[in-house]
């Protein structure tokens, strides 16, 4: 389950998995007007709405470009065509990732080149990178997966000394950070995901790619739009991946909440953390440096599947990010990749379990939801 926006309004459970609906029930007058305001406008393709989402999306990133697409998976795929990336060429991603890092890595042409996490962590390790880059490798996409950054100061420095574009997938980290600095602006480019389940997310489909590399952001301006700028000035053969002028409008609303709900987001991972102590849950381990948006919080645990359904009766919904790592897909099965030849990323996948997240848990849910763990700990202690 890559997207986790159901599970919400027709769920029985007490404490749901993530309530997408409560985002628009708090802001529901900001979403009103806006959505109002396009309708009137009679521009619902790119314009104006999504001209200023842009030039606000960046700011927040800390960069000069963002172009608004279709969804993350095309922002993606627009930066490694952007970058000429294609057959013959490697791409290094994660191990352990949401299928779309590798999907958009394939749909170029280009091979995705696996590397593992570090042994305690789930991002990637800049070490395993390194004993992986050949002779055509061409980037490396770097996931901030459940919103907490890569290593990027390692990963740029092995980047810029292989000559390699460093590439963030961005799709679960608005708003995270590395060493202070806000995911968006920390490589080549970064990609990122609208889906209404994410920490910015819109109503639909969207996506955008975020970059301070100016040739970039023009290439890939074209190739959202038939290879044009304007009406007719088709200089490329581009795609069709534009964001339109509602989601546009949705977006600014929600950015202007994004950093207070990002803090709730925090307080409630430090509950976790807290009161899951001692238990024989593996709490996530954040590195020095990061600061994690917390897209996701996931725990690992020996007894996942039956930690699962004990929590499922007592009304508390979970998720499993991801339960089938991209090399054992049978999308993927023509790679030549074997079980067992990334021994981490199939245990996380065998382990983990997402806990309720979202800036609409409250306390008394975060309490139910760890009563229910440690009722299950003392039941199979
Ligand atoms: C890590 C990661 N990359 C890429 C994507 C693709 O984004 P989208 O669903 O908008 O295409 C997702 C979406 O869930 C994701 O989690």
């Known amino acids: 389950m890559a997207n986790s926006s159901s599970g919400s309004a027709t769920s029985p459970a007490a404490?749901?998995?993530?309530?997408?609906?409560?985002?628009?029930?708090e802001l529901k007058a900001e979403y009103d007007a806006a959505w109002h305001r396009v309708m009137e406008s009679g521009r619902y393709i790119l314009g104006e709405e999504v001209e200023a989402f842009e030039t606000e999306f960046a700011a927040a990133c800390g960069a000069s470009?963002?172009?608004?697409?279709?969804?993350?998976?095309?922002?993606?795929?627009?930066?490694?065509?952007?970058?000429?990336?294609?057959?013959?060429?490697?791409?290094?991603?994660?191990?352990?990732?949401?299928?779309?890092t590798w999907l958009?890595?394939?749909?170029?042409?280009?091979?995705?080149?696996?590397?593992?996490?570090?042994?305690?962590?789930?991002?990637?390790?800049?070490?395993?990178?390194?004993?992986a880059i050949t002779g055509r490798t061409r980037a490396i996409l770097a996931v901030h997966l459940y919103g907490e950054p890569s290593n990027m100061d390692a990963l740029r420095e092995i980047a810029a000394r292989g000559n390699l574009r460093l590439i963030e997938d961005a799709a679960q980290a608005h708003g995270a950070r590395w060493c202070g600095r806000p995911a968006g602006g920390l490589g080549d480019a970064a990609g990122f995901?609208?889906?209404?389940?994410?920490?910015?997310?819109?109503?639909?489909d969207g996506g955008a790619v975020v970059t301070n590399d100016r040739q970039l952001a023009e290439a890939v301006r074209r190739l959202r739009n038939y290879g044009a700028l304007g009406k007719s000035d088709h200089d490329i053969c581009g795609y069709n991946s534009r964001l339109d002028s509602?989601?546009?409008?949705l977006l600014r609303v929600r950015l202007r909440h994004l950093e207070?709900?990002?803090?709730?987001?925090?307080?409630?991972?430090?509950?976790?953390?807290?009161?899951?102590?001692?238990?024989?849950?593996?709490?996530?381990?954040?590195?020095?440096?990061a600061?994690?948006?917390?897209?996701?919080?996931?725990?690992?645990?020996?007894?996942?599947?039956?930690?699962?359904?004990?929590?499922q009766a007592r009304g508390v919904e979970t998720?499993?990010?991801?339960?089938?790592?991209?090399?054992?897909?049978?999308?993927?099965?023509?790679?030549?990749?074997?079980?067992?030849?990334?021994?981490?990323?199939?245990?996380?996948?065998?382990?983990?379990?997402?806990?309720?997240?979202?800036?609409?848990?409250?306390?008394?849910?975060?309490?139910?939801?760890?009563?229910?763990?440690?009722?299950?700990?003392?039941?199979?202690?």
């Not at 404490?15 to 029930?25: E, H, I, Q, S």
Request: glycine share 10%; net charge neutral.
């Open 319 to 381: 998720a499993i990010h991801y339960p089938v790592p991209p090399h054992l897909s049978p999308a993927y099965a023509g790679l030549g990749y074997r079980r067992g030849d990334f021994p981490l990323a199939e245990r996380w996948a065998d382990t983990v379990l997402s806990l309720p997240m979202g800036p609409h848990v409250d306390d008394a849910a975060a309490e139910r939801v760890m009563e229910a763990v440690r009722a299950f700990e003392s039941a199979h202690a």
């Open 260 to 289: 207070e709900w990002n803090a709730r987001r925090r307080a409630l991972a430090r509950m976790y953390r807290k009161g899951l102590a001692g238990t024989r849950c593996v709490l996530p381990v954040v590195a020095e440096g």
């Open 104 to 131: 958009a890595v394939s749909h170029t042409g280009a091979r995705p080149v696996a590397v593992e996490s570090h042994q305690h962590g789930f991002q990637m390790d800049p070490a395993r990178v390194v004993a």
């Open 15 to 25: 404490v749901p998995f993530l309530d997408v609906g409560a985002c628009y029930r």
């Open 246 to 249: 509602l989601q546009a409008a």
């Open 291 to 311: 600061e994690p948006c917390w897209h996701v919080f996931a725990i690992r645990h020996p007894d996942r599947e039956q930690l699962r359904s004990f929590l």
């Open 193 to 204: 995901s609208f889906y209404p389940s994410k920490n910015l997310g819109a109503f639909g």
């Open 65 to 100: 470009h963002c172009i608004g697409t279709g969804n993350g998976l095309e922002s993606l795929f627009l930066i490694l065509r952007g970058y000429g990336i294609g057959g013959g060429d490697e791409v290094i991603v994660p191990a352990q990732t949401f299928i779309a």
